[in-house]
């Protein structure tokens, strides 16, 4: 195309993009978007000299951009279009052509052609098209180039289009019509970085056009601070910025909005403070003294512009302003946003400072709290509160802090006087989370708040409680008396949990539940978490878990763990929180799911304290036969239950009851008389030898029976069914059946324990290492990918509590996590299976070393 015919076309299409019926030619938009890029990107590369063209298609592309701009909205999704690509012209071909090729004077015309064409998307575009064009620009050194421009074509034409085009920016990246400054100012505002911060060191009290001149620059630096641009050294721009507060007071003429203008010099003096903080620059006293009592004495808006983290962290770090921040911390809390836009101050901004341990925000927080507790502002205190969890969300181990800054007491003030059941569920709740989320080591430092709170709330609990009503403070309360007994387990928070289990109201008011649960005989299966007792016995039933976990921490050795194992006539005879065996065995057969498996692992928890207990005093058996008999009765019973958790209880109760076979004759003829036992391990036979003849549900109480069959083998005299049942041709007949894949750590276990009783023959053996050999090789292979699947404990942890509801559910959560039956912590399902392994092939070799010793001794 020539020259002429391409500046002819361009000036075409202007006129009929001019036209008022252009709106009407539907291919119009289209057309016009591949001409227009075309004619830049072959005026602007650099491949052939066409620069007299280039005027033509800026011309183009303006209009173009006008008329996607205008108009009627008949194309609305064309014209859109269109505008997308214009943008995307300018940023493909303008914007470097700027950034690298005015190599002389006559590019004036060009150079203000596309600033043109800038401010236009910049003022005009629509959706966050120009938001994010003018992120690009300034986060493209712009501010630089801007000053380099205005150097090259010393013109007013120039000066004020490139301030024009900056304003548009500043307006888009930090609001609130910060732009309109340098708009005002522009005609006053000199080209140059270095007579700008010249200005503004001066005193503007008389001459108003210089004081609009210095907002202008206070706003250029500002947001420069944002894009790392600097308009000169660090240092320069300090003692400029201090000079002006020096000699203007943070005062600003009528005309200009001073509390945006002091937000703004707040955040730029604190930016500039936090850089030159870092390399030790000097700073000016006076000038300090004379901005702080500025922001004590006149309003400013800590959230009202963006922020810079660096400077936000200077703020916080200074004890001097601890009372006007406070107030804008109190505003911040009242409005918060909890989604981050990484423009104004938000909640992750304000944890990450809180994180850094380096501001005086968490004691801020507090302080605010405590504040508005005592004057009895509800709405502020659960603002604050609210800003507080949600610092737990993000960080959980903050917690640690806000307990040093003495939240505590802060929290418990609420449960002397007369406070609204709002506040104190609000600050319970609190209390909670501040608990779940605290590290032990925080508990190290001082009990006493923590012995005074606990009073506090034990004394709000009335021993005479409402069991039908559905309290929600009390749940939350019996929350945080589980947490300080969890706490109590890591030998932390011990006398404020002795003050709990030995609470005579607690106790009677824990025994009453209990009591009036087992009353309901079959009924109690009706009271699932669904209605208000049930609930209220699944509370209790935790509150009994916990304290069981850690009475022997908490009263050391002057528990009798048997005295669990007793029929008592005398209502007072527990003294400390708990539960006797026969109640357990109760709520575990007629109780809903939750009440068994909370009353399984209660009763696991308490024949493994008795277990250790005999075996350390060597202790005989002080119940009757007749009352063990019904504790076996009732777990036997449950291995077969739906819930796996229920039955692996059992499972487990079961075998430490086996255990005590070796102590007594009692105990002996008890567990010879179950008949349960052969039962379940006939199963396991069937199943593990004709695999298809055992129901499905059965395979997942596979591990329990194997689990059983070898607290069976271990007797010290094993029942002669057991060895007539696992007679030769059943276990090669199950050696045969395995296959490596459906293996399990207890599987292997059972054949351990088989093999040292001398049950397997050579065959076997050999079968056997063969197989675990394949299931080693397996495990090694697929633990890759098993590796990776992110465990969902690990995302509970970091929870909160934002109702009583949710307290129950962590608590469920909690004791889930630590079932005593995954006693190796942390220890996957393979890498327990593969340790069984190691164990069978470790014991393997050391019998056939005995074997072997014996055979040269015969010899
Ligand atoms: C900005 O544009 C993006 C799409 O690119 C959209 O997801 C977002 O919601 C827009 N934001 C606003 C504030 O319009
Ligand atoms: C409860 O106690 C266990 C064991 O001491 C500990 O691992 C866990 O972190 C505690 N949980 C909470 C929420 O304190
Ligand atoms: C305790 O119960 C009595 C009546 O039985 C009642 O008047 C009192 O308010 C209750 N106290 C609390 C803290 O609930
Ligand atoms: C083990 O798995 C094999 C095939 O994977 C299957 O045929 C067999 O029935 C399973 N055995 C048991 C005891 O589940
Ligand atoms: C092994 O026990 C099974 C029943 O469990 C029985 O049928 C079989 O005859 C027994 N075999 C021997 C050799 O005792
Ligand atoms: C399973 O074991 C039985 C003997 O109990 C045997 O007859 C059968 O063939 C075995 N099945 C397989 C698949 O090995």
Redesign the pocket.
Known sequence: MSSETFALVCSMLVEILKLPSADDVEKLPSFIEEASKHAISSTFSHEYDCQFLIPHSLLLLKEALIFCLEGNKDQILHKKVLEDSIVETCKTYLFPWLESAIVDGNDEETLSGILQIFQIILSRASDNKSFKFAEMLASSSWFSLSFGFMGLFPTDHVKSVVYLVISSIVDEVLGFNYGETIRDACIYLPPDPAELMYLLGQCSSEDFNLASCQCAILVILYVCSFYNERLAADNQILASVEQYILLNGGKFPHEIPGSLMLTLLVHLYAFVRGISFRFSIPHSPEAEKTLFHAMTLKEWDLLSSRVHPIGLKWLFQNEELMEPLSFQLLNFCKTVTLSSSGQLVDIQMIAELVYSGETCISSLLVSLLSQMIKEDAEDEVLSVANVITEILVIFPCTSDQFVSCGIVDALGSVYVSLYSSRIRAVCSLLVFNILHSASAMTFTYDDNVWIGLTMKLLDSFNCSLDCTSNDQERKILIGILCLILNHSANKVLIEPAKAIVLNNCLVLLMDGIVQEACAKGPSLFQHNQETAFGELLVLILLLILFSLRSLHVILEASIDWQDFLQYSDDTQSCSFVGIPCHDLCRLMHFGPSPIKLLASQCLLELLNRISFQRSCLNAELRCSAKYLKSIIAVTEGMVFSQDSRVAENCGACLSVILGWERYGNKEKVVIRESKWSRLIL?EL?VALTAPGLTSKSFTNQQKIAANIAVSLLQLSQVPEWLT??F????VSGIVANLSARNVTAEIVNLFSELMTKNYLNQEDIAGLHDLFQVCRRQAYEGGGSNAQLPSPEKKAETAVARSADEVCGLLFGMMLDQRTGSCNAGETEQQRLLREIDSFFFQESSLRGQREAAQVSRA
């Open positions: 006939e036979a007539s049942l007679n030769g041709s059943l």
